[in-house]
């Protein structure tokens, strides 16, 4: 006896059975790493081809970020596990302050690693993690759910929207209900997985490079670079403090000795070292000259030239 299917899932691009993989079981293990290299090789032409949408979510999310605002990622399970990993990079990244970027994940800290059973059903506390945050008119949600239809992410969504927030969804089926009820949505489809409805595979990729160019081109727009050199690291160990000395190198063309120097004399502060070097300031005076450049130092090292 069959049991009829009334959930929608038997639809979702997500679930379907790609007959390329059906004897998946009976491959050597170099064709199965070749036929996943070659499924692989698709998720960035579906990110492409979503670029219209990806693109004007982040230049939202930005202006909402250079007016003071956070942003905040809400996903369950893998898409759950991908927003926090992609949160807890950006402050030893770009020395974010602290909550400008974070993650909400059903279930909470226990589900990073171990599935905690029916979270992701929960549409009240969904809502109620949003409101913890105290979510406001200056944030930003950006809602992660492979399918585009789970119920704790969507009923966060709404509820970040209520409280006036700016609302991006990500999912990797076409014409979510997730989609309809945000101000930007972006969808990559990216088709059947490998094992089929395993989203931890192809649109767990496709996730993460979304996640990567929105908190990654956010800091940006933030300042929080230099052309590509990361001069707002943290510097918290040994190998990122050999990198601050040699970003200060190449902006100024010094020494490494001098480099050095001068990021001892600011607190290994990149920024304020290289306008102590190039602007010839002591470090005081370099740092209120970042200050009001809110923090660009391109703007510090171009004024009067």
């Known amino acids: 006896m069959s049991i009829p299917d009334d959930s929608g899932l038997d639809a979702l691009l997500t679930e379907a059975v790609d007959p390329r993989y059906a004897q998946v079981d009976q491959l050597s293990v170099a064709q199965i790493a070749a036929l996943m290299n070659q499924a692989d090789a698709e998720v960035p032409l579906a990110v492409r081809a979503a670029l219209p949408q990806i693109v004007p979510a982040i230049e939202a999310i930005s202006a909402r970020m250079l007016d003071g605002g956070r942003l905040v990622y809400i996903g369950a399970g893998t898409s759950g596990r991908l927003g926090v990993l992609d949160a807890s990079e950006i402050p030893p990244t770009f020395s974010s302050w602290p909550g400008q970027v ?30 913890e945050l105290g979510i406001g008119p200056h944030d930003c949600v950006v809602g992660i759910a492979s399918s585009g239809r789970t119920p704790y992410v969507i009923a966060g969504v709404r509820r970040a929207a209520e409280r006036g927030a700016l609302t991006v969804s990500l999912a990797c089926n ?30 767990g990729t496709a996730q993460k490079l979304v996640l990567n160019m929105i908190s990654t081109i956010a800091m940006v727009r933030l300042g929080k670079t230099y052309g590509n050199l990361m001069v707002d690291v943290d510097v918290s160990n040994v190998k990122l403090r050999d990198r601050a000395i040699r970003i200060v190198m190449q902006i100024c063309g010094t020494s490494r000795e001098a480099a050095t120097t001068a990021l001892a004399a600011t607190g290994f502060d990149v920024k304020t070292a290289v306008v102590v070097l190039r602007k010839q300031l002591g470090p005081d005076a370099a740092r209120a000259a970042l200050a009001a450049a809110n923090g660009r130092l391109r703007a510090v090292l171009e004024a009067g030239s």
Do not use: F, W, Y
């Not at 993650?103 to 979270?119: P, Y």
């Not at 549409?123 to 109620?128: F, I, Y």
């Open 102 to 131: 974070q993650a909400i994940i059903a279930g909470g800290e226990q589900a990073m690693t171990t599935a905690v059973e029916g979270v992701e059903d929960d549409e009240a506390a969904g809502a109620r993690a949003v409101d």
């Open 174 to 203: 076409p014409d979510t209900e997730l989609s309809t009820i945000v101000h930007h949505a972006i969808e990559v489809p990216v088709g059947p997985e490998v094992i089929s409805g395993s989203t931890r595979l192809k649109a």
